[in-house]
């Protein structure tokens, strides 16, 4: 069923106040026209009415409201003619092209200069004067001049509803950016994290369970003391973690990340924690270059070894286990490999994140990394760790 919306505020005050002022000109009798048709001063109520009602449809129902204007228009060219009704009208222009439909806003300006146009022309060869130059101009005030007002408005306003919506699309991605960084960075803390705890929780794992399984006083005091020495490394990490991180909040320089020259430590700190499980740790640097390396390169490149060295102490049989470095071009070349196979005593637990983590790393740089198993040429088979890494920042865009 067809319905109208109810009238605007503003439409109805229009409304009210046209009718009013058609009124009060109609009593002192004030008149546009003479010799008409309709000569009875009280007809031209009539077309002022229609138009007074119309102003209710600006908003509602423009083109429509325009149609029965133009009829009531010219209805009121055959009575005494009223300045309201022809106030009113012009208003219903302008209302048509601001809020009616895009192509008729469009159209309404151009079929009103032509209208102007034609009326100016055929009076002026009706009445070679000058009034036929003045009945155009009037003619263009009551239907170019309101449409023209009316698309430079309606233009204004939708050059404002398109920056509105610019800006609320830039604060959007702007929000998804920020969504984005804050999980990207949550993922960095917990890459760090893991690989920075991983090491020495595991070791306080497996060393604990030795020691409640193996009643002997001196594997115990062994034990014990690897406990101690990987807790107070572990809390050690964890304070520099939440230093790092309360310097970076407050605009407070980095702290220096872990680097290649610190992997000597880091391989006999893993020795020490494994020797109870058979496993004796190498480091074997084959680079002829030792210079210093971008900072995410070198933090990628020990936080591999770093996760490779704990899965090997949770999981490795006993054995070698050896880290190499190597160099070929721009590539740096980092492997970890220790003996496959089962092994007596207490093992720690994985999660798996440790691989998903060091992929994370690899793919950040743009390098490539795998992990399996490896035949030997004396038949035995090793866990090999291998990644490449390229020693420019060449950070993956995903």
């Keep these: 069923m067809f319905s109208l919306a109810r009238p605007h505020r503003d439409d109805v005050l229009l409304s009210a106040a046209g009718l009013a002022g058609g009124v009060i000109l109609w009593l002192v009798g004030i008149h546009i026209q003479n010799g008409r048709l309709f000569d009875s001063p009280w007809v031209s109520l009539l077309p002022l009415a229609v138009m007074s009602a ?7 129902a423009p083109q429509t409201a325009l149609a029965v204007g133009t009829l009531a228009l010219v209805a009121d060219q055959f009575t005494v003619g009223s300045l309201a009704t022809l106030l009113m009208f012009t208003d219903l222009v302008y ?7 895009p192509a008729a806003a469009r159209r309404i300006p151009v079929i009103a200069l032509l209208l102007t146009a034609a009326t100016t022309v055929v009076f002026a060869a009706w009445i070679p004067s000058a009034d036929a130059l ?3 101009i009037v003619t263009g005030m009551v239907f170019f001049g309101p449409s023209l007002t009316g698309a430079s408005v309606r233009n204004h306003r939708d050059a404002a509803e398109a920056a509105r919506l610019r800006a609320d699309q830039t604060a959007l991605l702007a929000e998804m950016d920020r969504a984005q960084a804050v999980t990207a960075e949550r993922s960095r803390m917990a890459r760090e994290l893991h690989d920075m705890v991983a090491n020495h929780l595991s070791a306080i794992a497996i060393h604990s369970t030795a020691a409640l399984s193996i009643d002997d006083p001196d594997t115990s005091r062994e034990a014990l003391g690897v406990i101690r020495r990987n807790s107070v490394d572990g809390l050690a990490e964890m304070r520099r973690l939440i230093g790092l991180l309360r310097e970076n909040g407050a605009g407070g320089p980095p702290r220096a990340a872990p680097t290649l020259a610190s992997l000597d430590a880091l391989v006999g700190q893993a020795g020490a924690n494994s020797a109870a499980s058979g496993l004796t740790v190498s480091l074997a640097d084959s680079r002829e270059e030792t210079a210093a390396l971008p900072a995410p390169v070198e933090l990628a490149a020990y936080r591999i070894v770093q996760e490779s060295l704990t899965n090997a102490l949770k999981h490795a049989a006993p054995g070698p286990v050896a880290v190499r470095l190597g160099r070929s071009g721009n590539l740096l ?3 970890v490999s220790s003996v496959l196979g089962d092994r007596a005593g207490p093992r720690a637990p994985g999660s798996g994140a440790g691989l998903v983590g060091m992929r994370e790393r690899v793919a950040l740089l743009g390098g490539t990394i795998g992990a399996g198993p490896v035949s030997g040429g004396d038949g035995t088979e090793s866990w090999l760790v291998r990644a490449e890494l390229p020693v420019e920042e060449r950070i993956s865009r995903r």
């Design 54 to 60: 119309l102003e209710l449809l600006r908003r509602s």
């Design 333 to 335: 070349t980092v492997e």
């Design 134 to 136: 003045l009945i155009g």
């Design 95 to 101: 209302a048509a092209v601001l809020y009616g439909r």
